[in-house]
């Protein structure tokens, strides 16, 4: 697999902001779905915002219009932007990538099948 990394997470007031980054190896050399997935606790995994190396970025509508995820293909870093943080933002959150032969990236989290170790964000009031 590709080995991801997270980083960027720590504890932010709301209405702030914050930026997570993700480290990996391999996947602007061929066609990739990257994407950012946060899980909070007692909750499903659930997707925030996904790409192709390739194709355009989508977002789950609860973070529509305050958070955008970019890709450095150069340095291989996969980021996430996170303006305007809310509580219910609280989660940790998870980088993860798939080989892909098109541009079609499910915001389904079990399809996807590399994923980093988590990095925990926690916004308070």
């Known amino acids: 697999g590709v080995p991801l990394v997270e980083s960027g997470g720590g504890s932010v007031q709301a209405g702030g902001s914050a930026r997570l980054s993700c480290v990996g190896s391999g996947y602007s050399e061929s066609a990739y779905c990257i994407g950012w997935f946060r899980q909070a606790p007692t909750k499903e995994r659930e997707w925030v915002a996904v790409m192709a190396t390739n194709g355009d970025p989508e977002y789950a509508d609860s973070v529509k219009g305050r958070f955008t995820i970019s890709h450095d293909a150069a340095k291989n870093i996969l980021y996430l932007q996170m303006d305007s943080l809310r509580v219910d933002d609280t989660a940790k959150y998870y980088c993860?990538?798939?080989?892909?032969?098109?541009?079609?990236?499910?915001?389904?989290?079990?399809?996807?099948?590399?994923w980093g170790q988590g990095t925990q964000v926690t916004v308070s009031s």
């Open positions: 993860a990538a798939r080989a892909v032969s098109g541009r079609y990236c499910s915001n389904f989290w079990k399809w996807w099948n590399n």
